[in-house]
């Protein structure tokens, strides 16, 4: 079945760094959503991706779409405390109506 | 944006017990909801996808007859885990989606079983 991975797993990065977590699927996705999970909190939708090699930006976030589809990314410039939580892809297969969540990326900031 | 709610954030039951959990989405019609589950730092795992007016669809593994899940309306699905056991605890998020195909989370409902 449709498997979504992503790395790195945990990454630590001080305050101000850039920070970037790539999310691999194992087959062609008809779109990617990206959502972050604060800790004890629940899933919050960042954004969505339709079209093959799309970017799109949200203030010091930047989303990319692979050209092949089956792959993105979640870029941030120069990280700030707010951004502690794990970002999660959510990938949907083509021809299927549910999404698949990636293994998610763990971020600390350090002040 | 969106709210989805979730009812009862948090639950404490015998085991044998039934609970019942309900996501509402609160003002949107979402003829689309999932039910998902996470384990602590891990990701979320889809468990079923509720459809108004017709029978979840579960995924692999997932015992339907274990969790019962009704959507009866465009605004509400209910998971009931039924006969409840210790490795039933867990935390159990729905999500409603909208015209859009984008999935509002509700805050979760965190299941104890003892």
């Known amino acids: 079945g449709q498997q979504v991975m992503q790395i790195p797993q945990y990454q630590h990065v001080q305050e101000g760094e850039d920070f970037t977590t790539y999310c691999n699927s194992s087959?062609?996705?008809?779109?990617i959503q990206w959502y972050k999970q604060r800790p004890g909190g629940h899933p919050v939708f960042l954004i969505q991706?339709?079209?093959?090699?799309e970017v799109k930006k949200q203030k010091r976030l930047t989303f990319q779409f692979g050209e092949a589809k089956k792959n993105s990314s979640l870029h941030i410039t120069a990280t700030q405390t707010t951004d502690v939580g794990t970002y999660f892809c959510?990938?949907?297969?083509?021809?299927?109506?549910?999404?698949?969540f990636g293994t998610g990326t763990r971020l600390k900031v350090l002040a | 944006g969106a709210v989805v709610s979730q009812h009862p954030s948090w639950v404490i039951c015998k085991s044998g017990t039934s609970v019942k959990i309900e996501c509402r989405s609160l003002?949107?019609?979402?003829?689309?909801m999932f039910w998902y589950r996470q384990f602590p730092k891990q990701s979320l795992m889809l468990m079923a996808t509720?459809?108004?007016?017709?029978?979840?669809?579960?995924e692999q593994g997932v015992e339907k007859d274990k969790f019962l899940i009704n959507h009866a309306s465009l605004t509400l699905s209910t998971l009931t885990v039924t006969s409840a056991h210790p490795e039933d605890s867990s935390f159990y998020i729905c999500?409603?989606?909208?015209?859009?195909?984008?999935?509002?989370f509700g805050p979760g409902t965190r299941l104890t079983v003892l």
């Open positions: 991706l339709v079209k093959s090699g």
């Open positions: 999500s409603a989606e909208d015209s859009t195909d984008t999935q509002y």
């Open positions: 003002d949107f019609q979402a003829t689309t």
């Open positions: 087959t062609t996705l008809s779109n």
């Open positions: 959510a990938g949907r297969g083509s021809g299927t109506y549910k999404y698949i």
């Open positions: 509720s459809n108004e007016g017709s029978k979840a669809t579960y």
